[in-house]
């Protein structure tokens, strides 16, 4: 199973975006999936490009809308495995209403945060998830917001699987992109994801530093969601690994009352002229 393409990424040499790309590629062949079996959807931004570099379905949507079209994917083809893509200002910005109603919708799709905590493309500026007092040309003195929780808001939106890993280790990345794929509902997987050119505060040597691994709280138990939020709160989301995982709740489409498991593009969608007739008189 071939997920790479012949698309040179345009990236910075060492931006951490190189290896979810690398992972999500593993990731999906690891879980058996062909190419025709995916959908990368993305957002704008560095990340954003990372649709066109994986050979599978992709679509480049707009600024904060990766998760609408995702959803739309998956609602009109739900063979396919989604994922939608994007950064921390895509997501925690302009898309965060998309964000949180996805959540909770529990819909079967897989969301890839790369949170670099800055603004990249458009040349380093403070976002939602740069800290307080961090200076950039939006900032100069210090940015006076504190930043967002992803791992918390996640949990608290209704997200059933939550993770967090680090761009550096490719293995344990791979592994949690895994399990997201694998999980039926919605999965949020939140990268650190360095920009190296623009945010020279969190590189990853500060990554390194400040993220607490789970495999190092005894007895983390992940299907605890007052275990999880209590460890969020006190390593201010600085955790890696699975932080919560939700088996018991029904994915969205599952719910749906009379949705066919069937694609619509392989159901028979010809209505009867008289069928039609009717149909338009109601919206007459
Ligand atoms: Fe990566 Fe930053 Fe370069 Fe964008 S500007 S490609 S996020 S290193």
Redesign the pocket.
């Known amino acids: 199973k071939e997920f790479r393409n012949n698309v040179k990424p345009?990236?910075?040499p060492?931006?951490?975006?190189f290896t979810v790309q690398a992972s999500i590629q593993r990731a999906a062949a690891n879980v058996g999936l062909e190419p025709e079996n995916l959908a990368v959807i993305a957002g704008i931004?560095?990340?954003g490009r990372i649709a066109g570099y994986i050979h599978s379905y992709g679509f480049h949507g707009v600024h904060g809308r990766s998760l609408p079209i995702a959803q739309g994917v998956k609602m009109a083809n739900r063979e396919l495995t989604v994922i939608a893509s994007g950064?921390d200002g895509d997501g925690f910005a302009i898309g965060m209403s998309h964000t949180i109603h996805a959540m909770r919708r529990n819909i079967d799709i897989t969301y890839i945060v790369?949170d670099?905590q800055?603004y990249?493309?458009t040349?380093?500026q403070t976002s939602p998830r740069s800290s307080a007092g961090f200076v950039t040309k939006s900032t100069p003195k210090g940015s006076i917001e504190s930043a967002i929780s992803p791992m918390q808001l996640a949990i608290s939106s209704g997200a059933t699987f939550v993770a967090q890993t680090m761009s550096s280790d490719l293995k344990g990345m791979t592994e949690i992109i895994e399990k997201a794929i694998n999980h039926k509902g919605f999965s949020f997987v939140n990268v650190f994801?360095?920009?190296?050119?623009?945010?020279k505060i969190n590189t990853y040597d500060w990554f390194k530093e400040h993220v607490k691994s789970l495999s190092e709280i005894e007895n983390y138990d992940p299907t605890n969601k007052i275990q999880a939020m209590r460890v969020l709160m006190e390593n201010e989301d600085l955790v890696s690994g699975i932080i919560y995982q939700n088996e018991n709740q029904k994915a969205y489409e599952d719910l749906v009352p009379g949705f066919k498991q069937e694609a619509l593009a392989k159901q028979d969608l010809t209505l009867d002229p008289a069928q039609f007739e009717k149909l338009c008189a109601e919206f007459m």
């Open positions: 345009n990236w910075c060492g931006c951490g975006d931004g560095c990340s950064g790369m670099n800055i990249g493309l040349k380093g994801s360095p920009c190296v050119t623009f945010n």
